[in-house]
């Protein structure tokens, strides 16, 4: 990320980062009794093949976003059609034909959480270092479970709950800023701030004269005194 960008992640975004996988990892449900399915290696690998792309895939839309957001969002979108198109045959094919009510909640998917969603990640992604987007993003899990119990009436143990809680503390302490000594400024600097006009430089410039010479008499005048 940082040979990529050029960016460096701060202490508190490589402290936060870990913070918040443990409460992802809560959340997955990992230490309840039925986690694993039928095949966990093959659920291992699917995760780890798909937290990939996942990456790869959010660092060309930071690196070709730009000022457009909804430009890349839709060739990816394409692109994603078209391979699913060319690859539905090997898993069973794909039924084109638009059945209802399956098809208007997929349409309803398609037009509200996706599309404005990744239109404010896209947006973003180009405005924001790498470490704290995927930092960030990492609030979808929690999001997830409390739209289950929300929308479909389920209830979270108290595992995930506090995996919650964990991502909530690991999001807000990674996400804050550290102010670089620019920003914050010195005691005595210019500032505005009190404090700035402590130290002045003295005035170096030179006394005026007490009684000024005329270099030269006024006509009429007579002879300059001296006193």
Request: hydrophobic letters at 45%; one cysteine or more; charged letters at 10%.
């Amino acid at each position: 990320m940082g040979g990529l960008f050029g960016e460096r992640p701060s202490t508190r975004l490589m402290l936060g980062t870990p913070v918040v996988f443990t409460g992802v990892v809560l959340i997955s449900g990992v230490f309840d009794s039925a986690a694993y399915g039928s095949d966990p290696l093959k659920g291992v690998l699917a995760g780890l093949a798909t937290s990939v792309s996942y990456a790869v895939f959010l660092l060309l839309m930071k690196g070709g976003g730009g000022d457009r957001a909804a430009g890349p969002l839709a060739h990816a979108t394409v692109v994603a059609t078209v391979v699913m198109a060319v690859l539905s045959p090997l898993f069973g094919g794909a039924d084109l034909v638009p059945t209802w009510p399956g098809h208007w909640w997929l349409l309803l998917l398609a037009l509200g959480p996706q599309v404005l969603g990744w239109s404010l990640i896209t947006y973003s992604l180009p405005r924001q270092p790498a470490a704290l987007t995927a930092l960030l993003l990492l609030i979808q899990p929690m999001t997830t479970v409390a739209i289950g119990a929300l929308a479909l009436g389920e209830r979270p143990s108290v595992v995930q709950l506090a995996g919650c809680a964990v991502i909530v503390l690991g999001v807000l302490y990674g996400s804050r800023r550290t102010p670089s000594p620019e920003q914050a400024g010195e005691p005595g600097q210019a500032t505005g701030r009190p404090g700035a006009d402590a130290v002045r430089e003295p005035d170096a410039r030179p006394e005026p004269d007490a009684v000024p010479v005329r270099a030269a008499e006024e006509p009429g005048a007579g002879p300059v005194s001296s006193t």
